[in-house]
């Protein structure tokens, strides 16, 4: 308050107020000695109500306590993962196992849980899209049904034998292959996988008439490894053998094919690999298994003239070396190929005595993967011996 006098000579009290903008009202007062710094808000987990200062820790709560498991689908006691999965057989419901999930959408339209093993068991030709989910976690899955009935299955064999029968493997011959198995519709798949191999067989061999470039082969082969995979015949057994063996999976034949000669050559390959500290490893052999007619219909030159020095005991292919040699070092030879070749002359001319040149073989495959452990064996052998 202030008290001055007019020009009257009176006192006049003038009440002045304190004027200000209203900002401090929207503000805390912060003192003045430090930086007032809000507190960081708590975050609550949703499902057990305990609270955390950051989203990470939040996280880690929640995988530790509170952990999403991902809906699974198990065909025959085998995970169904992502890739889509083809079945060429009919499927019981009792055959479909579902585990983490509370609901299911089959192909967009959703479906009792208890019944999807029923629903999809009465698809024979169509693809099923599956989405399973549970507490906000979803799996998406896909089965290609293609069930072939057995007469379509004889029918595309039917058509094999008879193209198999000309004893001519050109472009031609499959194409005219492919035309008789078309009114065999359900087993078109089947015919398809037959024909990827044929195909890359061709481009192997370097045929005049194929279009495919010689490294193609391995796509080929492949693709038919997958294609042939899923039906349970002699053809597609023998096909898929073969390509395995090409490629060295030595083991994954001898389960395919375990009465054959291709099966017991692989057997005898995957024994080397696995150990060369028993008897039985330098004396196993395969003379008594022969070729079935299948096996002699598909199996190109070169697999055929491997096939037959490893069906036979060490010691009879002294007489064999320069051969298995000559081959092991022809250019145009594959690669899997001659590791086969190296394995060969390896065990032979160690068996015979001549351990420097089994030596040489052993270190030539030294650093090659899946054989490494059979090379390294040897030129251990070779070394405590001498």
């Known amino acids: 308050m202030h008290r001055f006098r007019s020009g009257s000579q009176r006192w006049i009290e003038v009440i002045m107020g304190f004027w200000h903008t209203g900002y401090i009202e929207f503000h805390e007062f912060s003192g003045l000695d430090r930086e007032w710094k809000p507190s960081p808000p708590r975050i609550q987990c949703s499902r057990c109500g305990v609270m955390f200062d950051s989203e990470g820790e939040l996280r880690q709560h929640r995988f530790e306590i509170h952990p999403l498991h991902r809906p699974t689908v198990f065909l025959d006691g085998?995970?169904?993962?992502?890739?889509?999965v083809m079945i060429t057989r009919p499927v019981a419901p009792e055959q479909l196992d579902i585990k983490g999930a509370d609901r299911a959408i089959l192909n967009d339209r959703e479906v009792p849980l208890a019944k999807l093993g029923t629903v999809i068991a009465q698809h024979f030709d169509d693809v099923c899209r599956i989405t399973l989910t549970k507490d906000g976690v979803a799996s998406h899955f896909e089965l290609e049904i293609r069930i072939a009935s057995a007469e379509d299955l004889q029918g595309v064999e039917a058509q094999f034998d008879r193209m198999a029968a000309t004893r001519r493997l050109d472009i031609r011959v499959v194409d005219e292959f492919i035309a008789a198995s078309s009114?065999?519709?359900?087993?078109?798949?089947?015919?398809?996988?037959?024909?990827?191999?044929?195909?890359?067989?061709?481009?192997?061999?370097?045929?005049?008439?194929?279009?495919?470039?010689h490294e193609q082969y391995m796509g080929k082969y492949s693709a038919a490894a997958k294609q042939?995979?899923?039906?349970?015949?002699?053809?597609?057994?023998?096909?898929?053998?073969?390509?395995?063996?090409?490629?060295?999976?030595?083991?994954?034949?001898?389960?395919?094919?375990?009465?054959?000669r291709l099966g017991r050559v692989s057997g005898r390959f995957a024994t080397w690999i696995d150990s060369r500290n028993t008897a039985h490893t330098a004396t196993v052999d395969a003379s008594?298994?022969?070729a079935t007619s299948i096996e002699r219909v598909v199996t190109e030159m070169d697999t055929?003239?491997?096939?037959?020095?490893?069906?036979?005991?060490?010691?009879?292919?002294?007489?064999?070396?320069?051969?298995?040699?000559?081959?092991?070092?022809r250019?145009?030879?594959?690669?899997?190929?001659?590791?086969k070749l190296h394995m060969l002359l390896g065990e032979t001319l160690f068996a015979t005595g001549n351990r420097t040149a089994a030596l040489a073989h052993a270190r030539t495959l030294r650093n090659v993967p899946a054989v490494d452990v059979w090379a390294e064996s040897l030129i251990r052998e070779i070394g405590e011996q001498a």
């Not at 065999?184 to 470039?213: H, N, P, Q, W």
């Open 78 to 84: 085998q995970e169904i993962g992502n890739q889509r």
């Open 228 to 260: 042939l995979a899923p039906y349970d015949r002699k053809l597609a057994h023998t096909i898929g053998g073969l390509i395995e063996f090409h490629f060295n999976h030595f083991r994954d034949v001898a389960h395919r094919c375990p009465d054959s």
């Open 304 to 329: 055929e003239r491997i096939l037959d020095w490893a069906t036979r005991p060490l010691e009879s292919l002294v007489g064999d070396v320069s051969d298995i040699d000559e081959m092991c070092h």
């Open 288 to 290: 008594h298994r022969r």
């Open 331 to 339: 250019p145009d030879v594959e690669e899997f190929d001659r590791v």
């Open 183 to 213: 009114p065999f519709k359900s087993a078109i798949g089947y015919c398809d996988g037959v024909c990827s191999y044929l195909y890359g067989l061709m481009a192997k061999e370097r045929a005049a008439d194929c279009s495919l470039k």
